[in-house]
């Protein structure tokens, strides 16, 4: 069965400063990857996703993520944050002929002025 | 397009009652998902469709729990009868049925059962 594991539940950064949150993923073909945000009281919003071709994916708001197969690992990273980047975020994957995704269990990231 | 849309936004209830929550995908769109986010157990999926069609409703907690998309542009969650265990945030999304497709989310529903 397909998953990703956010290993972290919170992140803490200062503003300015680059930031990582940390994604795996366990399936059994080709994966597609994908960060979302949260912010409070609202649905999740779409940031970027990994399909196949360069590894490194840029998406909205300055963020970027880099695939790692060897790794299996999809972390997300700007390379200065913002306090505005202050939310909850979820990994996610689906895969080749499975059309559910599945989402990890979110890391809350906090960036301090 | 508006976007998913989603009600009530907020639905208080209390044990025992039938509880209907409603969803409208964006239009074109022929995957309809609805998933709950808990504290303690995040962002479960609950169910799927493809072009109408339930295809994985194993996520669905118990028979207290049903959905049905009786048309390409509009879904039904209900609960019956509701426990208090229930309570939580509760999302509906939708995105095209191809390879790679991003979820376009609802703003949820907040249901608390009391």
């Known amino acids: 069965a397909q998953s990703v594991a956010q290993p972290e539940d919170q992140v803490n950064v200062a503003e300015g400063n680059p930031l990582t949150v940390k994604c795996t993923y366990s399936?059994?073909?080709?994966?597609?990857l994908f960060w979302y945000v949260q912010y409070p009281n609202r649905g999740l919003q779409f940031l970027l996703k990994y399909i196949t071709g360069d590894n490194l994916v840029k998406g909205s708001y300055g963020f970027e993520a880099e695939f790692n197969k060897s790794q299996t690992s999809f972390h997300l990273k700007k390379p200065s944050a913002l306090v505005s980047d202050s939310a909850l975020y979820f990994c996610?994957?689906?895969?080749?002929?499975?059309?559910?995704?599945?989402f990890g269990a979110g890391t809350r990231l906090t960036v301090k002025p | 397009d508006a976007g998913v849309i989603q009600s009530p936004r907020h639905e208080v209830t209390e044990m025992g009652q039938e509880v209907t929550l409603r969803c409208k995908p964006i239009s074109g769109h022929n995957s309809l998902f609805w998933y709950r986010q808990t504290m303690m157990r995040g962002l479960e999926l609950l169910i799927y469709?493809?072009?109408?069609?339930?295809?994985?409703d194993s996520g669905m907690p118990e028979d207290r729990f049903s959905a049905k998309m009786p048309n390409a542009s509009f879904s039904t969650l209900k609960i019956q009868p509701s426990e208090p265990r229930d309570s939580a945030v509760y999302f509906c999304?939708?995105?095209?049925?191809?390879?790679?497709?991003?979820?376009?989310f609802g703003s949820g529903t907040q249901l608390s059962v009391l």
């Open positions: 399936v059994s073909g080709n994966p597609y």
């Open positions: 996610a994957v689906r895969v080749l002929n499975n059309n559910d995704m599945r």
């Open positions: 469709f493809n072009n109408n069609v339930p295809i994985d």
């Open positions: 999304a939708s995105s095209w049925d191809r390879e790679g497709e991003k979820l376009f």
